[in-house]
């Protein structure tokens, strides 16, 4: 008799327990110490994160939170849960639990109540389509910290990044195309979270390929198959091609700079702007980089960025919705899960 059970652990960074500044100053504390996160020595780490990012950054951070905080709490936590309902439903012989690397519900609470349940193999589930260190990187760690811990320690795989799986992109275009037919832009924005280029280029297991040459991401599999920002120009291109967007009507851009380090680019905010001045009035924005919508995409894209762009010019702004828990993309990963496991 069969007596596997799998547990699954869909895991993705976190969010603070609520919009106040303590928690969101808890959390900050928690996310912003990871050295995947902020890479530098623990001591430089730490005079940068006590004495220049939690003594005023907590209370703008909160402002964020709370102009997207909902009666049902933080987006990325009820998005996460219903999209975990949803795969439970598809895939009902295995465990589904959601864990974040930073906040509730913890990573190790997560592990610990799908080992409870009788699961004796857990699949993680990264929750980011694009490798990076500080995101896919860092909550594998997390995860296999706690699993080390355990005297009978479980057989554990994770899923690779499908940033160019077809059935991710598929769920993409089938979520979008609708609502850009339906609105008619005038240009399409595809937003990607951005890293400080030292990130990509300490990923680079040969030091020499990574921001090296105009068109290293284009050639990204002959030297570093896990670049993030050959992963993000993957997914583009695989979105692009099933929306039938020609050139010129779109701009693949990176959000979130931090900081005065160069980041990769172009920036996204510089992008709209820009777009905005050229004579853009109308314009749609999906992200790309996140499968929940969160504070990148809501507040960062959905409240900042349609000021800026409103304020240079343009008149109508659209934040297309990220894939949630449409029943797309929850069929999708479904079969995503299904040939990790």
Same mark, same amino acid.
């Given at each position: 008799?069969?007596?596997?059970?799998t547990?699954i652990?869909?895991i993705?960074?976190?969010?603070?327990?609520?919009?106040?500044?303590?928690?969101?100053?808890?959390?900050?504390?928690?996310?912003?110490?990871?050295?995947?996160?902020?890479?530098?020595? &623990?001591?430089?780490r730490?005079?940068?994160?006590?004495?220049?990012? !939690?003594?005023? %950054?907590?209370? @703008? #951070?909160?402002?964020?939170?709370?102009?997207?905080?909902t009666d049902?709490?933080? &987006?990325?936590i009820?998005?996460?849960?219903?999209?975990?309902?949803? !795969?439970r439903? %598809?895939?009902? @012989? #295995?465990?589904?639990?959601?864990?974040m690397a930073?906040?509730?519900?913890?990573?190790p609470d997560?592990?610990?109540s799908?080992?409870?349940?009788g699961a004796?193999r857990?699949?993680?589930?990264?929750?980011?389509?694009?490798y990076?260190?500080?995101?896919f990187?860092?909550?594998l760690?997390v995860a296999?910290?706690?699993l080390?811990?355990?005297?009978?320690?479980?057989?554990s795989?994770?899923?690779?990044?499908?940033?160019?799986?077809?059935l991710?992109l598929?769920?993409?275009?089938?979520?979008?195309?609708?609502?850009?037919?339906?609105?008619?832009?005038?240009?399409i924005?595809l937003?990607?979270?951005?890293l400080?280029?030292?990130?990509?280029?300490?990923?680079?297991?040969?030091?020499?390929?990574?921001?090296?040459?105009?068109?290293?991401?284009?050639?990204y599999?002959?030297?570093?198959?896990?670049?993030?920002?050959?992963?993000?120009?993957a997914?583009a291109?695989?979105?692009?091609?099933?929306?039938?967007?020609?050139?010129?009507?779109?701009?693949?851009?990176?959000q979130s700079?931090?900081?005065?380090d160069?980041?990769?680019?172009?920036?996204?905010?510089?992008s709209?702007?820009?777009?905005?001045?050229?004579?853009?009035?109308?314009l749609?924005?999906?992200?790309?980089?996140?499968?929940?919508?969160?504070?990148?995409?809501?507040?960062?894209?959905g409240?900042?960025?349609?000021?800026?762009?409103?304020?240079?010019?343009?008149?109508?702004?659209?934040?297309l919705?990220?894939?949630?828990?449409?029943?797309?993309?929850?069929?999708?990963?479904?079969e995503?899960?299904?040939e990790?496991?």
């Amino acid at each position: 008799m069969n007596t596997q059970k799998t547990g699954i652990l869909l895991i993705n960074t976190g969010s603070p327990d609520s919009p106040s500044v303590p928690d969101v100053k808890n959390y900050l504390r928690q996310f912003l110490w990871d050295y995947r996160v902020i890479d530098l020595a &623990p001591i430089p780490r730490w005079l940068l994160l006590n004495l220049v990012i !939690l003594p005023r %950054r907590p209370k @703008e #951070s909160a402002h964020a939170y709370s102009q997207i905080w909902t009666d049902r709490g933080s &987006p990325l936590i009820f998005h996460s849960e219903d999209f975990r309902d949803g !795969l439970r439903k %598809r895939l009902p @012989e #295995s465990l589904i639990e959601i864990g974040m690397a930073y906040g509730k519900p913890s990573i190790p609470d997560a592990i610990d109540s799908l080992l409870e349940q009788g699961a004796n193999r857990i699949v993680l589930a990264p929750m980011f389509p694009q490798y990076a260190s500080a995101t896919f990187g860092a909550v594998l760690e997390v995860a296999h910290k706690h699993l080390s811990t355990k005297l009978n320690v479980p057989p554990s795989t994770s899923i690779a990044p499908y940033y160019n799986h077809p059935l991710f992109l598929d769920a993409w275009a089938a979520n979008t195309k609708a609502q850009l037919d339906s609105y008619k832009p005038d240009h399409i924005v595809l937003s990607f979270h951005g890293l400080p280029e030292r990130h990509i280029k300490n990923c680079d297991p040969t030091g020499k390929a990574c921001l090296q040459q105009n068109d290293c991401c284009e050639r990204y599999l002959e030297h570093n198959p896990t670049c993030y920002k050959a992963h993000c120009l993957a997914t583009a291109k695989g979105i692009i091609e099933r929306l039938g967007l020609e050139e010129g009507s779109y701009t693949v851009s990176f959000q979130s700079r931090l900081g005065k380090d160069p980041w990769i680019g172009p920036a996204t905010d510089d992008s709209i702007d820009a777009l905005a001045q050229s004579g853009v009035k109308r314009l749609a924005v999906l992200s790309p980089a996140f499968v929940a919508d969160c504070i990148e995409t809501i507040e960062e894209i959905g409240i900042q960025a349609r000021e800026s762009f409103e304020e240079n010019g343009g008149e109508s702004f659209e934040l297309l919705p990220s894939l949630n828990s449409e029943d797309t993309w929850i069929d999708a990963f479904a079969e995503i899960l299904k040939e990790s496991m």
